[in-house]
């Protein structure tokens, strides 16, 4: 390219990744058009077909950035149009000319995720209220982008898990993993066995003789109704063998012990009244969530099972099944879950340890955490296992963002997460050589554990400003990333923040920010 060749290609680049400055995550095809679009006090829509279930929502969630929306008959300044050519479910256009917008999709997702970046053009409308014409045309990277929230360390509560679905759902993040058991706590409502919440919910990390904290059922189900307004589909987990220790100190008869420094941190495998146990509890986890998959932990069990080795229930389970040591136990008893989650027609989550536990393909989804065992991520690969990736760096957002944070983990040779990080996962060559493009791999996930997070502001603080870059990560192709690009587009995203009270992290300006505190510890 001679020098003018150049000059006129970074022109035109600069012009084309700006225009549509105001959207995160970045749309996939954007072609900046002719004029500006003035929008009105109040905005007007139309729908047709089945679109016009979205417009209730629509109106409310605009409301809540005080922009002012009405339902009409004919020809809105916002018009929703199925388009059965656009096959992917959550793919969309957007075209903005100087007199209206209209989004095109051929399912009710696409649509919602036109509307949502049609909100984000239209909250950060110009000071002249307009907004640039474009034409855009824009679909996933990957069809998993997630986040998950531990409540079992501590519990948050029902008003922040809406206002986190809220900005998922603005950013087009689809999935939330709800982490809702562990040895700090059973957070939620089981009615056959209702010591589970009784003593099993009291307390947390930081004070575990505090109050007891979980959802009824109806709250669930008033959450699982929230997401799904929003395109969000949750997916339960309950933590098993290990991470036990809530469950077990309410029904001490199915613990399998733990260790000296974890204690009662087991389900028993030995006791066929574990396995009935756990089952019914599955069975009424799976009535509340309408998800196809249900999550079992599998995570961590060296932990905690040393005293396997001496409970007779397991030494007679071994002896049984020739087992020569306690990870043919683990398996034995991920297998059997395994069996109870086909029965009941879902399909299997564990942590990447169940990669070793040969369960069946077609039945299982792999979410790889340990980062140092990039092995663990070819492994599951070639085993023909579908992947959710969530390594803890870059995806654990319960690590510091900022070298000098005192109060979030760093891993032991340093490394922490900061945004831009998050930004450029996965990356080309992040794995041991496993190709990141292979199908197999249905997408992202960001963790935030809360071992050190304990308050609203605390957990916004971690969460924002990460996970508007973990939406661009999952949603937007390589080619059109870009951390400056993203950087700019930020000002507005921490707009919207401060508009909604959220207390984030201001990455851009770390001198005058200082950490929210988490526990001491
Ligand atoms: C994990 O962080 N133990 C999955």
Known sequence: MNVRATILFLLFFSLYLCKAQKIIPYPNQYEPTKGELKVPKTISITA???????????????EQFSVSVIEKRSKGFIQLVQNSTLVNPEEYRLTITS????????????????????????????????????????WPRYAWRS?????????IGMEQVKSLLDFMALQKLNKFHWHLTDSHGWRIEIKQYPLLTSIGARGDLTNP??????????????????????FIEIIPEIDMPGHATA??????????????????????????????????????VTTLFPSRYIHIGGDEVHFGNEEWNSIVDVQQLMKKHDFSNLIDVEHYFIKRMSDSIRNLNKTLIGWDEVVDANLPVANTVVMWWRHEKPKQLDKAISKGYQVIMCPRIPLYFDFIQLESHKYGRKWSDGAYVPIELVYNFPGTDYTSGVSISTDLIKGMQANLWTERIHSPERLQFMAYPRMSALSEAAWTQDKMKNFENFNSRMDYMMKIYEKKGVTYFNYRNVDAETEVPGPVR
């Open 48 to 62: 047709s077909g089945e679109f016009a279930s979205l417009i209730p929502g629509f109106i409310q969630s605009a």
């Open 99 to 138: 007199r209206e917008i209209m989004i095109e999709a051929g399912e009710a997702a696409g649509c919602f995720y036109g509307l949502q970046s049609a909100l984000q053009l239209i909250i950060n409308a110009g000071s002249d209220g307009k907004i640039p014409c474009a034409f855009i045309h824009d």
């Open 147 to 155: 986040l998950m929230l531990d409540e079992a360390r501590h519990f």
């Open 209 to 230: 003789n505090g109050a007891v904290q979980y959802y009824t059922q109806a709250e669930i189900a008033e959450i699982v109704g929230y997401a799904r307004q929003r």
């Open 247 to 284: 469950a077990t100190r309410a029904y001490p008869e199915f613990s399998g012990g733990g260790s000296k420094r974890y204690p009662n941190y087991t389900f028993n495998p030995g006791k066929e009244g574990t396995y009935t146990f756990i089952t019914n509890i599955l069975k009424e």
